[in-house]
């Protein structure tokens, strides 16, 4: 007779796994049916585009910007692939003022491997979303792997430079009276 335990495989946590299980929107570019069956069969409500804005019509080709603060004011979570939203600063600005936890499974993946990552991280994005926390992560099947945003790289790099205290030169020649300028 072994010592060792018996190996258990655990599947995706359900939703009564959480004191306040999350709640999902799958974005129209990540929406199936088996997608959303697998979240809904383990309890998780999934909402979609169609639902989010009445019908499938009004949904269809929703701009980023009308749907991000819907779904950040509500509190859910994001499963999307389209990763454009973080390159194009107008749609990464939304993002950022949604406040949402959005992730990202890969652009050209399929339906079984949409839902193996799903099922993979679930407990991970959960685990996110218990803590309040927005950010954007992929889905990987070594886990979440954090993304920084094309957009907020550009943003970071077009700040002017700055000297040791901290302040920018142009705002210390143009807000400090000239007897407390230091000489530059």
Excluded at 22 to 47: I, K, M, T
Excluded at 109 to 122: F, V
Excluded at 125 to 154: F, I
């Amino acid at each position: 007779m072994s010592s060792e335990s018996p190996s258990t495989t655990s599947g995706p946590p359900p939703a009564s796994s959480w004191a306040t299980p999350p709640e999902f929107y799958l974005d129209e570019n990540s929406v199936s049916r088996s997608v959303r069956r697998l979240l809904a069969g383990l309890g998780y409500l999934v909402h979609t585009p169609a639902e989010l804005f009445g019908s499938r019509d009004e949904a269809l080709g929703a701009a980023d910007e009308r749907w991000l603060p819907l779904v950040g004011q509500r509190g859910w979570l994001v499963i999307a692939c389209d990763i454009r939203i973080f390159e194009r600063p107008h749609e990464y600005e939304a993002y950022l003022k949604a406040k949402v936890a959005v992730f990202l499974l890969p652009g050209e993946s399929r339906i079984e491997e949409r839902k193996g990552l799903i099922a993979c991280n679930l407990s991970a994005m959960c685990s996110e979303a218990s803590q309040l926390r927005s950010g954007v992560w992929r889905l990987t099947a070594h886990g979440l792997d954090p993304y920084e945003a094309p957009a907020a790289k550009k943003k970071r790099a077009q700040r002017p430079k700055t000297i040791g205290c901290g302040f920018y030169r142009e705002t210390l020649r143009l807000d400090l009276p000239s007897h407390v300028r230091p000489a530059l």
